[in-house]
């Protein structure tokens, strides 16, 4: 296959399964307005959990299914799920807290779990593409996908700047972000049959 157009494929390949991930990244950049070195940190939590989706990939492409058997990608459900619940019960512990502090710190590890959760379609979906395309081209749709990951972070920053919406995400953050990660945990939990759903 051609370099050039597994470089175009892997642009519409990303955009197709990634482009979730712009509500979810705005919500993360609403939670830390105003916090120092927020934008940093989604960066780096969005390209290691991006990395690790891409390492399973290139694993299971490889026939490393011992490694991450096809039935836990459900189970990645989970981690946006707990971390939804955690993020509602402080918004609950701390709703009587003045709303004129800067934005709370969010954390790289959080940004890469929830990016990595939210990934199990994704290695669903690059797993037979990789599987097709051989080791040259699989390589290609990697080196695009990394360039994206910036481009991704930069939209959705991008989105959560915007005045109406920087009003409304806010406004609503507090509610938004834990009901954004719970419903994300659900439906990756009930779309992958988990725990028999």
Do not use: C
Request: glycine residues 10%; negative net charge; without cysteine.
């Amino acid at each position: 296959m051609d370099l050039a157009v597994a470089a175009l494929q892997a642009v519409g390949l990303f955009l197709v399964t990634n482009i979730d991930d712009i509500i979810v990244l705005s919500l993360f950049f609403a939670r830390g307005a105003g916090a120092p070195g927020t934008t940093a940190k989604i960066i780096a939590g969005q390209y290691i959990g991006f990395g690790a989706i891409l390492v399973a990939s290139v694993l299971v492409t490889l026939g490393a299914n011992a490694f991450l058997p096809e039935d836990a990608i459900a189970y990645f459900g989970l981690i946006p799920l707990l971390l939804g619940l955690y993020a509602a019960w402080q918004a609950w512990r701390n709703r009587d807290d003045d709303d004129d502090d800067p934005g709370k710190a969010v954390a790289v590890w959080t940004v890469a779990a929830v990016t990595f959760a939210n990934g199990g379609d994704n290695i669903g979906v690059y797993v037979p593409v990789f599987l097709t395309v051989g080791p040259a081209a699989t390589a290609a749709y990697a080196v695009v996908f990394l360039a994206l990951v910036a481009v991704l972070v930069l939209a959705a920053r991008f989105v959560a700047t915007r005045r109406p919406v920087a009003e409304v995400l806010e406004r609503w953050e507090h509610v938004l972000f834990p009901l954004v990660l719970i419903g994300l945990g659900i439906v990756i939990l009930i779309e992958g049959g988990a725990f028999g759903l």
